[in-house]
């Protein structure tokens, strides 16, 4: 894996790309004085270039350092996020940093517009979901200056520091363990793969692996918006009346898989004699069903923790492999 960090952009580097003096770039900026409009099209065109973010306070932190770190994180309605965020904040407090969050609502677009937001406060660092990002986002992380993290995937090429573990590993070992326990006619109920990058890598290694073993999914019900305990139930309800025949069911999460209990438990279906289903997080609420959820549980307390340790020790670039654990519960 290679890491990569870059001296922040300046506003001379811009003017220089742009060919005007400073305060010609700081009225285009500040939208405010005389500029011509040819020269404000120069001013931008460099500034998407060179992934420049105007510091809104510049000077203040020039000798004493930020104490602000920023969260861009996909979601507050998964459990997920505030495990990670809580798991961060008691070690930033106790180093007197102060910890801001925004929410992208997995939207790549968003998580672009308030990374550049965050970034205009000149933060100690910025973390972020996952591995893949718009070329815009990269470009101004790469252009800031200041430590970059990203959570809970090591499935790609991290910008700085990187913590949490692979998806893809965690789709695999789902597969391999219900083919171990005699499973053959598996499917699938899951949310929307295409902004949760992260359910559609562990999704993918699950399907290579079935197919691998010679049993390929038989039928999937991917559901649009956010993952939900109610998206589960009804998803599992569509995929069963489609393929009555499935002996297990992989969900995309907790959430989901615990819906698709809850629709087994109102309409008599035995588990996991006459159906078996698995999650993925390994949620306290899992374990306090009837019988618990068989799952994967992930560190995100622990993400959370040693991401924010490796800021405020100003550790070099790498990697954290924090793994995962894979719960055998009663459902599967």
Known sequence: M?????ATVTLAEVAEAA?????????????HGSFSGRTRERVMAAVERLGYVPNRIAGTLASTGSRLV??????????????????ASAVLEENRYQAVFSVTDYDPSKEEALAAA???????????????????????????GCRVVELLDLDGDALDIAVGFSNRAAGRESASYLLKRGYRRIGYVGHDLMRDTRA?????????????HGTPLVAREILA???????????????????????????????????????????????????????????DIG???????STIRTPRVATGQIAAQMVVTNAPPQAVDLGFELIEGATA
Request: glycine share 10%; charged share 20%; hydrophobic share 45%.
């Open 118 to 144: 965050m970034l205009a406060w000149r933060p100690a660092a910025v973390m972020l979901a996952g591995c893949e990002h718009t070329e815009g986002t990269v470009k101004m992380l790469r252009a800031s």
């Open 225 to 283: 918006g956010a993952s939900s305990v109610e998206n589960g139930r009804l998803g599992l309800e569509r995929l069963l009346a489609r393929a009555s025949e499935l002996d297990a069911v992989y969900f995309s999460n907790d959430d989901m898989a615990l819906g698709g209990y809850f629709h087994c438990l109102a309409q008599g279906i035995a588990i996991p004699s006459k159906l078996a289903i698995f999650g993925y997080n390994g949620l």
């Open 70 to 87: 920023a969260f861009v994180i996909p979601s507050l309605s998964n459990i997920v996020f505030p495990d990670v965020l809580r798991g």
């Open 2 to 6: 290679e890491f990569k960090h870059q």
């Open 200 to 212: 559609g890598k562990r999704f993918s290694s699950f399907c290579e692996t079935l197919d691998a």
């Open 287 to 293: 374990r306090a069903t009837p019988q618990p959820l």
């Open 19 to 31: 060919g005007v003096g400073e305060s010609t770039v700081s009225r285009v900026l500040r939208n």
